[in-house]
């Protein structure tokens, strides 16, 4: 995201980071994948990071800092600590790269609020595994650029796109996809403010539908069966 944003000019003024936190998110991902598929992430991380050399690891630590005047590290995004800094920075627009839910004295410390892809049509396939509840409902795939506000992927939408299946897809593939169009909208959405125009967005209509959660193993099998098949389709 942010070397699409560099290459168009676009400037970061500043990213906060939130201090890693990992047996929270080992918890996390334990109630979601289960404990076989959880210890199979924790062997892969721990692999790539016996085998990242020392230069590596400070090329990434730095990544931030290539394409940002600023980087401050935060004990938690929500906290008054991100709180006053973002209030000294007085920023005109965020953008959200996996944050969580967010306090709403964060996203109101901009002056036009923080905006946030979502790998699913809204407000259909709000909150987790978006993708794998589409493919199952055999619904329409995409992405969407929103604002954010005090629900979850609630907010008003400025850009949709519809996101095709594939020969060969997986739901990594698919992921991978949905975000690449969706900086791809976010990029055009910042040149549009740069430029001097305005974000025009459509309030959802969301209070009929319902927030998905992780999906269930025994759903999350289905769904990549059902993907299989239809990627075989589109190969046929």
Not at 122 to 131: A, I, L, N, V
Request: proline share 3%; aromatic share 6%.
């Amino acid at each position: 995201m942010l070397e699409a944003l560099a290459s168009s000019n676009i400037e970061v003024k500043a990213v906060l980071l939130q201090r890693s936190r990992p047996l929270g998110r080992l918890v996390r991902l334990v109630r979601a994948l289960g404990a076989v598929a959880t210890l199979s992430i924790v062997v892969r991380r721990l692999k790539t990071e016996l085998t990242v050399s020392s230069s590596q690891n400070s090329r990434r630590a730095d990544a931030y800092r290539l394409h940002a005047r600023q980087v401050f590290r935060v004990r938690d995004l929500s906290s008054p600590e991100a709180v006053a800094t973002l209030e000294r920075l007085s920023p005109d627009i965020g953008v959200v790269g996996c944050a969580g839910i967010l306090r709403p004295e964060v996203f109101g410390a901009f002056r036009l609020g923080v905006l946030n892809i979502h790998p699913g049509i809204t407000p259909d396939f709000r909150g987790r595994s978006p993708m794998e509840w589409a493919i199952l409902e055999e619904a329409s795939l995409g992405v969407t650029l929103h604002f954010i506000d005090e629900g979850v992927d609630t907010g008003p939408v400025v850009r949709q796109r519809e996101v095709s299946v594939q020969r060969g897809d997986d739901f990594r593939t698919l992921y991978d996809r949905a975000y690449a169009v969706g900086i791809e909208l976010l990029v055009g959405s910042l040149r549009k403010l740069q430029e001097g125009g305005s974000l025009s967005s459509t309030s959802q209509n969301w209070k009929r539908t319902r927030l998905r959660y992780s999906m269930a193993r025994g759903l999350r099998r289905r769904a990549h069966r059902m993907l299989r098949e239809r990627t075989l389709s589109e190969e046929g």
